[in-house]
């Protein structure tokens, strides 16, 4: 993601590679496309995901989990070419030495513990079973399942279930680690444990690659996000540099002041202001503005004028819900 | 591929990941949720012997031990052969990746950092392994058990028959396992593929010679140390040596299982919706 754009059939495509970073830091995707039968997956994909926490956002059917499919090689695309830091998924020996994958899917091996899953699984490294058997125990640590290591993993609270995954998708220490919901069913607590965890990953300079419909925990998380639409991405990059490529989006701006109703009539007769509203508490109001640097320039000189007390002017919408409901609401598909 | 780039590849850790993979699938076939159905086989097979030791006396036996033993033969041929090791087999090799898709397990397998040809190839053998154990155990019980029924002595004498039995077994579940194992990758039904290959096996006996090349019975027939008689619409064709049925059935199962990794190599799984 060089620069955060609007991507689709009918935007200019990015640069599938930036110059600035070589392909083998990045998960690229080239013009990738995957169809289920007759059924579209994901359409003509160009991206590329560099380190840090990436979110990948958009309702159920938008195609977050098959490009987290097609990264892993659990899926094959249907058209274009897909590597993770160089690493074609065709190649899992290859690939899971550097990738850690924590699927959504909720199962495991019937009669199976914690410690007997990981052990199992870690030995199929072929790292011998000493490896397995301490790695194992290390993650349960890490993951707080100690305790619980040696009952079945069927039993566990869907939480417990979370983290056991996430500990044997951490268990390689991955470079890249990809997380398909993962907050999804974790107490309040669990939730911020998993959230530090994955924030002290991607500190230390690794991709981590996470979805989510829960909007709000991607805009707390992420560092770049891929909005997705019924298969398409819709935009992609910084959330505030997306939406600042939303020229046509109405900025809404909440203005805290001493004046509230004498500004906010004043501002009413700007043009590009589509909305005026005062906040509930009266200690400030809401403009909605079509065209943001006119807005902001004319502001300070209606301001200076008035001689209201301006306690903070801030955007009030500037998250991934409100770009994501935008881009959705309005045709989705990239239309720029 | 130059000896020298054969050597080149990373046989050691291929070969500890197929032992781990050997292990766990083993630890699974034989002691999983779906090996019941493979032991409730296995009883059944047991069952006749059982009867005739607890029922039939010695010195009651209304016929000879030469036609007991050709009944024993008829026995293995219909009932542990084309019967519990054929369904046995059907249902241990289809399921060796359907079962963990159904369990919705089959992920954790694909996202180790193992090749497909060597989960294809520890799978495969953790089946025959499995197979042959269980099937293997109940030949040898049976006529353990149906020749004791004639006295120690004749235990001793006809007990060279066994390790023939054996290897046929064996050599079933080699065969079998490799068509199933396949089948398993190939199909997202396997009933029907199971059906018209037991259809093709039970037919052999009237298929014209060079028809009966294509079926495993047909290989296993040559190391039957004991004829069996067919039926009167039999096509009678001369078993191939036993040297030829051995290498061709290794080799038949050596490309089969090829297939199958080529067909892993391929393997998606989606198990739900984004």
């Given at each position: 993601?060089?620069?955060?754009h609007r991507a689709g059939a009918a935007a200019p495509a990015a640069?599938a590679?930036?110059?600035?970073?070589?392909?083998?830091?990045?998960?690229?995707f080239e013009n990738v496309s995957k169809f289920?039968?007759?059924?579209l997956g994901v359409n003509r994909v160009t991206l590329?995901?560099?380190?840090?926490?990436?979110?990948?956002?958009?309702?159920?059917?938008?195609g977050?989990?098959t490009l987290?499919?097609l990264?892993?090689?659990?899926?094959?695309p249907s058209a274009g070419s897909v590597?993770?830091?160089?690493?074609?998924?065709?190649?899992?020996?290859?690939?899971?030495?550097?990738?850690?994958?924590?699927?959504?899917?909720?199962?495991?091996?019937?009669?199976?513990?914690?410690?007997?899953?990981?052990?199992?699984?870690?030995?199929?490294?072929?790292?011998?079973?000493?490896?397995?058997?301490?790695?194992?125990?290390?993650?349960?640590?890490?993951?707080?399942?100690?305790?619980?290591?040696?009952?079945?993993?069927?039993?566990?609270?869907?939480?417990?279930?979370?983290?056991?995954?996430?500990?044997?998708?951490?268990?390689?220490?991955?470079?890249?680690?990809?997380?398909?919901?993962?907050?999804?069913?974790?107490?309040?607590?669990?939730?911020?444990?998993?959230?530090?965890?994955?924030?002290?990953?991607?500190?230390?300079?690794?991709?981590?690659?996470?979805?989510?419909?829960?909007?709000?925990?991607?805009?707390?998380?992420?560092?770049?996000?891929v909005?997705l639409n019924e298969g398409y991405v819709v935009?992609e990059?910084?959330?505030?540099?997306?939406?600042?490529?939303?020229?046509?989006?109405?900025?809404?701006?909440?203005?805290?002041?001493?004046?509230?109703?004498?500004?906010?009539?004043?501002?009413?007769?700007?043009?590009?202001?589509?909305?005026?509203?005062?906040?509930?508490?009266?200690?400030?109001?809401?403009?909605?503005?079509?065209?943001?640097?006119?807005?902001?320039?004319?502001?300070?000189?209606?301001?200076?004028?008035?001689?209201?007390?301006?306690?903070?002017?801030?955007?009030?919408?500037?998250?991934?819900?409100?770009?994501?409901?935008?881009?959705?609401?309005?045709?989705?598909r990239g239309?720029? | 591929?130059?000896?020298?780039?054969?050597?080149?590849?990373?046989?050691?850790?291929?070969?500890?990941?197929?032992?781990?993979?050997?292990?766990?699938?083993?630890?699974?076939?034989?002691?999983?949720?779906?090996?019941?159905?493979?032991?409730?086989?296995?009883?059944?097979?047991?069952?006749?012997?059982?009867?005739?030791?607890?029922?039939?006396?010695?010195?009651?036996?209304?016929?000879?031990?030469?036609?007991?033993?050709?009944?024993?033969?008829?026995?293995?041929?219909?009932?542990?052969?084309?019967?519990?090791?054929?369904?046995?087999?059907?249902?241990?090799?289809?399921?060796?990746?359907?079962?963990?898709?159904?369990?919705?397990?089959?992920?954790?397998?694909?996202?180790?950092?193992?090749?497909?040809?060597?989960?294809?190839?520890?799978?495969?053998?953790?089946?025959?392994?499995?197979?042959?154990?269980?099937?293997?155990?109940?030949?040898?019980?049976?006529?353990?058990?149906?020749?004791?029924?004639?006295?120690?002595?004749?235990?001793?004498?006809?007990?060279?028959?066994?390790?023939?039995?054996?290897?046929?077994?064996?050599?079933?579940?080699?065969?079998?396992?490799?068509?199933?194992?396949?089948?398993?990758?190939?199909?997202?039904?396997?009933?029907?593929?199971?059906?018209?290959?037991?259809?093709?096996?039970?037919?052999?006996?009237?298929?014209?010679?060079?028809?009966?090349?294509?079926?495993?019975?047909?290989?296993?027939?040559?190391?039957?140390?004991?004829?069996?008689?067919?039926?009167?619409?039999?096509?009678?064709?001369?078993?191939?040596?036993?040297?030829?049925?051995?290498?061709?059935?290794?080799?038949?199962?050596?490309?089969?299982?090829?297939?199958?990794?080529?067909?892993?190599?391929?393997?998606?799984?989606?198990?739900?919706?984004?």
């Open positions: 993601m060089s620069s955060p640069p590679v930036p110059v600035s970073r070589h392909r083998d830091e990045l998960v690229v289920y039968g007759e059924t590329a995901i560099p380190p840090g926490i990436t979110g990948l956002v958009g309702p159920n059917g938008a977050k989990s987290m499919g990264m892993t090689g659990l899926l094959r590597t993770v830091l160089g690493i074609s998924p065709a190649h899992p020996e290859q690939l899971f030495r550097r990738v850690g994958f924590c699927t959504q899917q909720d199962a495991f091996p019937p009669g199976a513990t914690g410690r007997s899953f990981l052990v199992s699984f870690l030995s199929l490294a072929g790292r011998g079973t000493a490896w397995a058997k301490e790695r194992a125990a290390e993650m349960l640590d890490q993951v707080g399942l100690r305790e619980a290591a040696d009952r079945r993993a069927a039993g566990y609270s869907k939480g417990m279930r979370q983290r056991l995954r996430l500990g044997l998708a951490l268990a390689a220490d991955p470079q890249v680690l990809i997380l398909d919901e993962p907050l999804n069913g974790l107490d309040p607590l669990a939730r911020a444990e998993v959230i530090a965890l994955l924030q002290e990953q991607a500190r230390s300079g690794r991709h981590v690659i996470l979805s989510s419909h829960i909007l709000h925990e991607v805009d707390l998380l992420s560092d770049q996000v909005l935009a990059g910084n959330i505030q540099a997306v939406r600042g490529e939303m020229h046509r989006h109405p900025l809404q701006v909440l203005i805290r002041c001493d004046a509230p109703q004498r500004l906010a009539t004043r501002l009413m007769g700007l043009d590009g202001v589509v909305e005026v509203k005062l906040h509930p508490d009266k200690g400030g109001f809401f403009v909605r503005t079509e065209d943001a640097d006119s807005f902001f320039y004319a502001l300070n000189g209606i301001v200076l004028e008035s001689g209201a007390r301006i306690d903070a002017v801030a955007p009030a919408d500037d998250d991934v819900q409100s770009v994501y409901q935008y881009l959705i609401q309005n045709g989705g239309a720029a | 591929m130059t000896t020298t780039e054969l050597r080149a590849l990373p046989w050691p850790l291929w070969r500890e990941q197929f032992l781990a993979l050997f292990r766990l699938e083993l630890r699974k076939a034989l002691f999983g949720k779906r090996a019941l159905l493979v032991y409730g086989l296995a009883a059944l097979v047991l069952l006749p012997p059982l009867l005739h030791l607890l029922l039939g006396r010695d010195g009651e036996h209304g016929d000879s031990l030469s036609s007991f033993t050709q009944g024993l033969a008829n026995f293995f041929e219909f009932l542990v052969l084309r019967f519990a090791v054929f369904l046995g087999s059907v249902w241990i090799f289809m399921n060796l990746f359907r079962g963990d898709l159904l369990d919705r397990t089959l992920h954790y397998y694909l996202l180790a950092p193992i090749r497909r040809e060597v989960l294809v190839a520890g799978k495969y053998a953790a089946g025959v392994a499995a197979g042959w154990l269980v099937f293997g155990t109940v030949t040898l019980l049976a006529f353990v058990l149906g020749f004791l029924s004639w006295g120690p002595g004749t235990l001793a004498r006809q007990g060279y028959l066994i390790p023939w039995y054996l290897a046929i077994v064996l050599l079933a579940v080699v065969g079998y396992g490799a068509v199933f194992t396949l089948g398993g990758l190939l199909f997202r039904n396997p009933l029907l593929p199971a059906v018209a290959i037991w259809a093709v096996e039970a037919a052999n006996p009237f298929l014209p010679g060079f028809l009966k090349q294509i079926s495993v019975i047909h290989y296993l027939n040559a190391l039957r140390p004991v004829p069996i008689n067919e039926g009167p619409f039999a096509i009678v064709a001369d078993p191939p040596p036993v040297w030829l049925a051995v290498l061709g059935l290794a080799a038949l199962a050596a490309v089969l299982v090829w297939l199958a990794m080529l067909r892993a190599r391929r393997l998606e799984i989606a198990y739900g919706g984004d």
